[in-house]
């Protein structure tokens, strides 16, 4: 009985210090976050890849990502979608249609504004180990999200060990899809004007305006 109570203990145990964030997963995700907070705009071309092994899919999207603060603007070949922190515009313009619906900073969803600090909320973080990603050695870190309902169940950060950019991350959700967003050509140098981050419904004649909010 004591061999079985010592082993169950060790177990639990094991469990206690998995659900504890890692420090050294902190130390890399503090890295990370404080380099792009001194960045206060920036642009970057991103790869959305889509991925499920079971049912055979593999989906490449490319496009373009401009961030200022809390808004951004995210153009990808299927979608538009536009954030200035209040309001999100996403276009498709296969049918030429633009939905409107009010910001949720606290949706489940992980923006391209936010990705760098949202282990700070939310999340438990973990160190998985060192990889090479596009001949860039890298960490790797996991964030788990504290609510088990959440839409996604983990998400995989690949993080430049030599000035700490984040070069990729994969969002995994419960029904085996795998979204992977890539990061190249980043440029910190830019100033864009606040209505950068704006649907300018005179650009696109004719276009479906669907308001949701």
């Not at 996403?90 to 949202?118: F, G, H, Q, R």
Request: charged share 25%.
């Amino acid at each position: 009985m004591k061999k079985i109570t010592f082993l169950m203990m060790f177990w639990l145990g094991g469990l206690v210090t998995f659900a504890q964030n890692d420090p050294q997963a902190k130390e890399i995700l503090d890295a990370m976050s404080a380099k792009y907070k001194k960045i206060p705009a920036y642009s970057a071309d991103i790869t959305s890849s889509l991925i499920n092994e079971v049912d055979g899919i593999n989906e490449e999207f490319g496009g373009k990502i401009t961030v200022k603060g809390e808004m951004y603007k995210l153009e990808m070949d299927d979608q538009i979608v536009i954030n200035n922190g209040t309001t999100v515009w996403t276009y498709l313009p296969d049918v030429n249609e633009v939905n409107i619906d009010t910001y949720d900073p606290d949706e489940d969803e992980i923006s391209p504004s936010k990705i760098y600090d949202a282990y700070k909320k939310g999340y438990k973080y973990l160190y998985v180990g060192n990889e090479t990603d596009n001949g860039i050695a890298v960490s790797v870190v996991d964030l788990v999200p504290n609510d088990k309902d959440a839409q996604f169940f983990k998400i995989r950060l690949f993080i430049a060990k030599k000035d700490h950019s984040l070069k990729s991350w994969t969002m995994f959700d419960k029904s085996g899809n795998k979204y992977k967003y890539t990061i190249k050509n980043f440029n910190g140098s830019i100033s864009p004007k606040d209505g950068t981050f704006a649907f300018d419904a005179t650009k696109y004649p004719g276009v479906e305006i669907i308001d949701l909010r």
